[in-house]
């Protein structure tokens, strides 16, 4: 009885994260994609806050992690033209830090009834099953590093399985700095009016993710085989 009563609860809340989610998601993540895809905008809003600005713009990284919805990219960009390339992608990477142990952690404390609801059961299970695998955490750097791949979903699907939470968010944390560091890179550019460097970059990060999107089937049959 106990364990049909914990059960219960837990689809409980994951159906209360969810409709919360959901909720931010229609109320505030078109908000939050319009300003942080406008840098200069954001930067204003950024920079009203003084010394705490740097704070903000941390939280809105976790905000983004945990929200799915909204996309990295343009959160990357905005943080390379505020703060320049450096000083952005160590922002970013606490967000990135902070915002994926809360994922992992719900999916930890909801289970299963959170995250089907964001993945299918075919992918879900193929995905749980290589991170649960002898090379789960090689698997992990490499499902976080391929350009494509839904990064903050993958997050929470290794709350899902065996592995422990400080080295897969560290793995998972250091598969993303190459992303966030062309990302920033690019958005400083952009703020220095270097158009040309902006657009060899930003074709070369959407081949990139084509290429990731395109093949990310064929990459993980072969990580699977791998395995």
Same mark, same amino acid.
């Given at each position: 009885m106990q364990p049909v009563r914990g059960l219960g609860i837990k689809i409980l809340l994951a159906a209360a994260f969810l409709a919360a989610m959901i909720w931010l998601t229609i109320v505030y993540a078109p908000a939050v994609t319009e300003i942080a895809s406008n840098p200069e905008r954001l930067r204003?809003?950024?920079l009203d806050y003084g010394r705490l600005g740097v704070l903000v713009f941390i939280g809105l990284q976790i905000v983004q992690v945990?929200?799915?919805?909204?996309?990295?990219?343009?959160?990357?960009?905005?943080?390379?033209?505020?703060? %320049?390339?450096?000083?952005?992608t160590i922002y970013l990477l606490i967000g990135v830090i902070v915002g994926?142990?809360?994922?992992? %952690?719900?999916? +930890?404390?909801?289970?299963?009834?959170?995250?089907?609801?964001?993945?299918s059961e075919a992918k879900l299970a193929r995905l749980t099953g290589l991170m649960s695998s002898r090379k789960g955490y090689s698997i992990a750097f490499m499902l976080f590093?391929?350009?494509?791949?839904?990064?903050?979903?993958?997050?929470?699907?290794? %709350?899902?399985?065996?592995?422990?939470p400080l080295p897969f968010i560290a793995i998972a944390s250091a598969a993303r700095i190459p992303g966030m560091l062309i990302s920033a890179y690019i958005g400083a550019n952009l703020h220095e009016r270097n158009y040309t460097a902006v657009i %060899?970059?930003?074709?070369?990060?959407?081949?990139?993710?084509?290429?990731?999107?395109?093949? +990310?089937? +064929?990459?993980?049959?072969?990580?699977?085989?791998?395995?």
């Open positions: 204003t809003v950024i945990i929200i799915t919805a909204i996309p990295g990219e343009v959160v990357q960009v905005a943080g390379g033209y505020i703060f %320049g390339t450096l000083p952005a994926s142990a809360a994922a992992f %952690g719900l999916a +930890r404390v909801l289970g299963y009834s959170l995250i089907k609801f964001l993945v590093l391929v350009p494509g791949l839904p990064k903050d979903v993958l997050t929470y699907i290794g %709350g899902l399985t065996p592995v422990k %060899g970059l930003s074709a070369a990060a959407v081949i990139c993710f084509l290429l990731g999107v395109s093949y +990310r089937d +064929r990459i993980l049959a072969w990580l699977h085989k791998d395995n």
